[in-house]
């Protein structure tokens, strides 16, 4: 089978989207599939706004669009989610190639810039919307990443969607002592987008070092955030907070297993929309986990069900900070679990993959 893989950024960039396809279409080949990749050769991390990110995006997609039409036929094509409304012009690719066209959302777009205010209700989401509903309709296949995601593009545009969670990267955990009580630290490691509540982090930083906690907030990654989080941090008198840039890829699995809690936050307004990036591998360290964001979503619902995880809403930093507390104070009874190997996981994931793909319907 000749595939054909679309997306904004490739693997260079540092997108974890760019990531995810170039691992995807190298396991296809092994798989004995016949895989090509196009990207825009995007810069990933500008973080433009207005009409500079609307002129970058409408570039990828030309650019994509041009890309395919010199292309040899292929049979299937799958496109993720980047640029803006990709799925638009992926249904369009598929038609010219005769090919079937599998959608993989990362986000849902246009609802995801309507929640954080990008967009106003009006004339250009209802388009938007319109667009984006025919794309799902005509995909052979859309794919999303989680329950909440599948039940919102259900509810909201009716569509049938099935679930295939984001693999994660291909690391080896390495072996990690145990931090001593004197070196306590949560980690928050991933995008610092409107998306995630990252100021949220330094109120409850505050609330520990006010009660003389020794626990060290890490704030690891790149986006909006980053900066107007030094800020913020500089005004509470945060003594404890280190930031970090994104670390390589094979570096990321030291960085968990030196930490005591992993934070994966997402505005409850975007359940259903996106899923945290580090999700999945966060689950796989044995590290317990502070979720915050929507409490009743299947991922929040998922982690309490495992008992020694927090799940919060952002407007809980009392409850947080004291769960906080107990676990850098030894009062939790559950202590960190060996690592989860990651190669089933990505397995599973490729199988499911080459399942869909290879189905006759």
Not at 315 to 331: K, M, S, T, V
Request: charged share 20%; glycine share 8%; proline share 5%.
């Amino acid at each position: 089978m000749k595939i054909l893989l679309l997306n904004q950024f490739g693997y260079a960039s540092g997108a974890p989207t760019g990531r995810i396809l170039a691992e995807l279409g190298a396991e296809l080949e092994q798989r004995g599939h016949r895989v090509f990749i196009l990207t825009s050769d995007s810069s990933y991390g500008s973080h433009r706004g207005g009409l500079g990110r609307l002129f970058q995006e409408g570039l990828s997609h030309l650019s994509l669009f041009a890309q395919s039409l010199w292309h040899p036929k292929v049979d299937t094509v799958i496109s993720l989610t980047s640029p803006a409304c990709l799925a638009v012009s992926a249904g369009l690719i598929a038609r010219i190639h005769r090919a079937r066209h599998f959608h993989w959302a990362m986000d849902v777009y246009p609802d995801v810039a309507v929640r954080l205010g990008e967009l106003r209700p009006g004339p250009l989401v209802r388009v938007l919307t319109y667009l984006m509903r025919r794309a799902y309709e005509k995909a052979d296949r859309v794919v999303t990443l989680d329950e909440d995601m599948r039940e919102y593009l259900n509810r909201n545009h009716g569509i049938d969607s099935v679930v295939i969670a984001p693999f994660p990267p291909e690391i080896k955990w390495p072996a990690i002592e145990e931090n001593s009580p004197s070196t306590k630290q949560w980690l928050y490691s991933g995008n610092f987008g409107r998306a995630h509540e990252i100021q949220a982090l330094l109120e409850i930083q505050k609330k520990l070092e006010q009660q003389k906690v020794n626990a060290h907030l890490i704030l690891q990654g790149q986006g909006p955030q980053f900066l107007l989080s030094q800020e913020q941090a500089t005004r509470l008198e945060l003594r404890q907070v280190q930031w970090r840039a994104p670390v390589p890829v094979k570096m990321l699995g030291e960085a968990l297993l030196h930490s005591d809690v992993l934070v994966v936050t997402r505005k409850a307004e975007m359940k259903g929309l996106l899923l945290p990036s580090k999700l999945l591998l966060a689950e796989l360290s044995g590290r317990r986990i502070l979720w915050i964001g929507d409490t009743d979503g299947a991922t929040a619902q998922k982690l309490s069900r495992q008992g020694r995880h927090g799940v919060f809403a952002v407007d809980e930093i009392d409850a947080i900070a004291q769960w906080l507390r107990g676990c850098f104070n030894g009062e939790s009874s559950d202590a960190a679990i060996e690592p989860a190997p990651i190669d089933f996981v990505r397995r599973q994931a490729f199988q499911q993959w080459d399942i869909l793909l290879t189905a006759r319907n």
